[in-house]
């Protein structure tokens, strides 16, 4: 229903009526026809032409990659959060330190012992005389002080290990999580490039549906005044029966009365013969003209349809006036605007090349989160932090990567102008040509209209002549022939003009 519907606008755009496209799409009853004219046609093309749907589901598509492209100017905001399990944990400490944090006791307490022994030992003599009337020695005062010492070096390894404790990690499971924003500041023109070219891709696709559009209505043109042609040729070769079968029925009555021979009946049957598969070979060429007019509508292909020209005894035409300005010319082709828009593409990607040499800035910002944390020591509790900065980047070498790749950037730039400059003069050929295509047209026209009347007045005076027994029925044959010829070239001139002017139309971009 979608595509249906921008068919729809399409056909709005270019000023055929709604009103008639929807009565034709209603059912008819059994055995009724449809009238048809050439605008109902092109109407009907336009909205069931697949390749127009697929135009159009295309331009979504641009217009979808115009939208994404907006957004690289705004600013991202993206999460993440992990979970990681290791079998070994982080140790700040190495293990001969730990041993000696488990063994600060005893450590301490041999050195507090031995440097009371030696502060003992380096007392004064008269000290410990003192002692010793006091009935203390230096090694009875050791013996009194070992089991304080004992106490203390306990405490000491308790304490020791208590520190090894603290600082163990326990990070063989993490979790992690993170949401950080990115502005971009300044990315090279590499943004800007990036929307240019979606802008010109839209373009693109909105120049590639006027091709499609013009191709169908010149296709169904084609299609419409071959039924007409055809049609007419089938009147015509009817109306050249019943003429060489009353000159068969008058020579049949003259063999009877012994005034023509028999060889000349045979003569005249052989010319019925051959009107009769002229008229049978028109006949299933309509049929299948008529087939591929309703495959192209969308109609079914055994529909019944009569086209408003199809009885005319002349078609009418109209005057076109040619544009000779090849600017103003290409500029309603879209054949050249879509070479245009590839021009414009390859330079925007040189541009977006050209911002991998230049620096980048962006601003960052988010929040992190983590368990074990440590902001205040190792915490198996989660705990984060914001976090605000400059990100900057600098392209130093990459060995003329970039560098190559902009001149063969610019090299297709250069072939996608000489390509477009060459249309161009293609396109004044083909107007030129075109226009002389439709002088020659009118001329032939003129001249089968000329033919008919002398062939007309030929066949009046050799079937008077036959009447009165003064000309014979091969001349009045002959007469006949040159009517159907003079009839049919007539015919092949109507349909080549209308036809050169539609080929003209699409020459002048003027097709819609």
């Known amino acids: 229903m979608v595509a249906i519907w921008k068919s729809l606008k399409w056909v709005k755009k270019r000023g055929v009526g709604l009103l008639p496209l929807w009565l ?14 050439l605008d109902s046609c092109r109407a009907l093309a336009l909205m069931n032409n697949k390749q127009l749907q697929v135009s159009n589901v295309k331009q979504d598509v641009a217009a979808n990659i115009r939208r994404s492209a907006r957004t690289k100017y705004l600013p991202h905001v993206s999460a993440v959060g992990a979970y990681i399990h290791t079998t070994k944990e982080v140790s700040i400490l190495n293990n001969d330190q730990k041993s000696a944090l488990n063994n600060l006791g005893g450590y301490m307490g041999e050195r507090i012992g031995s440097e009371i022994s030696q502060s003992l ?4 003599q008269g000290t410990l005389q003192a002692l010793s009337q006091m009935g203390l020695s230096a ?24 520190i090894v404790d603290a600082f163990r990690t326990d990070s063989r499971n993490i979790w992690a999580g993170s949401v950080m924003l990115m502005q971009p500041i300044f990315m090279g023109g590499g943004i800007v490039a990036l ?17 499609t559009v013009q191709t169908t209505l010149y296709t169904i043109d084609q299609a419409y005044w071959t039924v007409v042609s ?40 052989v010319k019925v013969n051959e009107a009769e598969m002229q008229v049978t070979q028109v006949d299933n060429g309509l049929a299948l003209a008529k087939m591929y007019l309703c495959q192209l509508c969308g109609l079914p292909l055994n529909e019944t349809v009569v086209l408003a020209e199809e009885d005319d005894e002349e078609l009418t035409f109209t005057d076109i006036t040619p544009v000779y300005n090849v600017e103003e010319a290409a500029a309603l082709r879209p054949e050249i605007r879509m070479l245009q828009n590839t021009v414009d593409l390859s330079r925007q990607a040189t541009n977006l090349l050209k911002a991998g040499n230049l620096p980048q800035v962006a601003l960052v910002g988010g929040y992190s989160i983590s368990n074990p944390n ?30 190559y790749k902009v001149r063969a950037s610019k090299g297709a730039t250069t072939i996608a102008t000489l390509e477009m400059t060459e249309a161009r003069e293609k396109i004044e050929l083909q107007i030129n040509q075109s226009q002389f295509r439709v002088n020659e047209a009118f001329k032939k026209l003129d001249m089968a209209r000329a033919n008919i009347k002398r062939a007309d007045e030929n066949l009046r005076v050799a079937t008077l002549g036959f009447q009165e027994g003064v000309i014979g029925s091969t001349t009045v044959m002959e007469a ?33």
């Open 24 to 37: 034709l799409a209603l059912p008819l009853p059994v055995n009724a026809q449809r009238i048809l004219n």
């Open 195 to 211: 929307n240019k070219m979606a802008d010109i891709n839209e373009e693109m696709m909105r120049n590639s549906t006027d091709v």
């Open 121 to 124: 030992g380096s007392l004064p």
């Open 374 to 403: 440590t902001f205040n020591g190792f915490e198996h509790k989660f705990g984060g932090m914001w976090n605000v900065g400059v990100l900057l980047r600098i392209p130093l070498w990459n060995w003329g990567d970039v560098a």
């Open 480 to 512: 006949q022939t040159a009517w159907l010829q003079a009839q049919s070239q007539k015919i092949d001139a109507e349909i080549d003009v209308k036809l050169s002017q539609v080929h003209l139309q699409k020459a002048l971009g003027t097709l819609h």
């Open 139 to 162: 090694d009875g005062i050791m013996q009194l002080l070992h089991p304080r010492l004992a106490g203390i070096s306990s405490h000491l390894d308790g304490l020791g290990q208590s």
């Open 230 to 269: 055809l049609k007419h040729k089938k009147r015509l070769a009817e109306a050249y029966l019943e003429l060489i079968k009353k000159l068969d029925n008058d020579v049949n009555r003259m063999i009877e009365e012994g005034v023509a021979t028999r060889s000349d009946g045979l003569s005249v049957s």
